[in-house]
């Protein structure tokens, strides 16, 4: 089979790997839906691929994509059929650890005590036509949900439910969401469903506009706003409840320190870089609360899964382009210039 594997410097190739077999506790899925994330362009645009970002090391080429979704194809030898059968409709979380430590038994495989294998970084992903996975790291993909939307919930999508849920974001709050990309774009859909008024801030007129279609109540370009002011105004003076800085920047971090109220709560999710925080006036003098959140378990998942089937949420709107995986070159290329919605490949 044909899948993509990123060189680093902005490149990537279409190579030729073997169809996988399924072995004791695995299962081989096709792949209906492959998302394209941030993070993915950090290996993108490396020079050393995933080795040299800190992730263990690789042997050979590795398959792009973290963000698996499919049909269950084949069942290896030991797999309980309530697990998975042939024909299933699955997600992946996407992560394996050792399995038994305290955190895999709860379903937080990415912090494994042991160090765990990240499919599109350190172990074969989903840009491709087959993945093989163990069994245990599938999670169910409810009937209404389409399979782009899926590989949306396995980690971007399902990384803003997450941050959320560790916030305890209630339809009480008013939150303020820094960077409308593809995972704060699904902060805002996800937090308005919760009945909380959004804040939505981006320094693209384009994203803030979407973020609109998304349910934003408020839009802040800081840019051409002062966006601590600009949060402080709509919310009497007193700023947000809770704020969630997705773009990892050190001025979206910032701002999403300063926005926030009295007893509130902060949020980090985007990776990478640092942030200067004069601590006294920004988090003792306001009993601020700061926490970073890293994802989502397995279980968070299926929750994240269900929530949105249950409520008929759009997340396949999140999707600007959809592309062949012979078309990756240019689906990256467009990628990496951030100015885009979302890209998903479609086998």
């Known amino acids: 089979m044909r899948a993509v594997t990123f060189l680093g410097n902005r490149k990537l ?17 096709d792949i209906k ?10 290996f993108y ?28 194809a084949a069942v290896g030898a030991g797999v309980p059929e309530k697990v998975a059968q042939v024909g299933d409709r699955v997600m992946v979380h996407h992560y394996h650890g050792c399995g038994v430590c305290e955190h895999c038994v709860t379903g937080w495989s990415q912090m494994c005590v042991e160090g765990s294998t990240v499919y599109g970084a350190t172990g074969h992903g989903a840009h491709a036509p087959h993945m093989k996975v163990p069994a245990h790291t599938l999670v169910p993909l409810p009937e209404p ?20 849920r560790r916030m305890n974001l209630s339809g009480r709050d008013t939150v303020a969401i820094v960077g409308q990309g593809p995972v704060g774009l699904s902060a805002t859909q996800l937090a ?3 009945g909380a008024r959004v804040i939505a801030l981006d320094v ?4 803030l506009a979407r973020a609109k279609e998304f349910g934003a ?31 990892g920047s050190p001025e979206g971090r910032i701002t999403a320190v300063r926005s926030a109220r009295a007893w509130g709560t902060v949020c980090f999710v985007g990776e990478g870089g640092n942030v200067t925080i004069d601590v006294s006036p920004d988090m003792l003098r306001k009993q601020l609360t700061i926490i970073g959140s890293w994802t989502f ?23 600007t382009h959809r592309w062949k995986l012979d078309q990756a070159e240019e689906a990256y290329r467009l990628f990496d210039q951030q100015t885009s919605g979302k890209g998903v490949f479609l086998m």
């Open 217 to 247: 109540d408020v839009l802040v370009n800081p840019r051409s706003n002062d966006p601590v002011g600009a949060i402080k105004e709509v919310t009497h003076g007193r700023g947000a409840h809770t704020t969630l800085d997705t773009s």
């Open 13 to 29: 190739e279409l190579a030729q790997f073997p169809d996988p077999t399924p072995g004791p506790g695995e299962v081989v899925l």
């Open 45 to 72: 645009r490396a020079s050393g691929g995933a080795s040299s970002l800190g992730l263990g090391k690789v042997s050979g080429p590795i398959i792009a994509g973290h963000e698996p979704c499919g049909v269950v």
């Open 33 to 42: 839906a492959s998302g394209m994330c941030g993070s993915d362009l950090k």
């Open 192 to 194: 308005a469903e919760m």
């Open 145 to 164: 949900l389409s399979f782009a939307a899926g590989a949306a919930i396995s980690c971007g999508t399902g990384t803003a439910f997450g941050a959320l």
């Open 204 to 207: 693209s007129e384009e994203r």
């Open 297 to 319: 378990s397995k279980v968070g998942q299926a929750e994240c899964a269900q929530f949105i089937a249950d409520r008929g949420i759009k997340v396949d709107d999140l999707f």
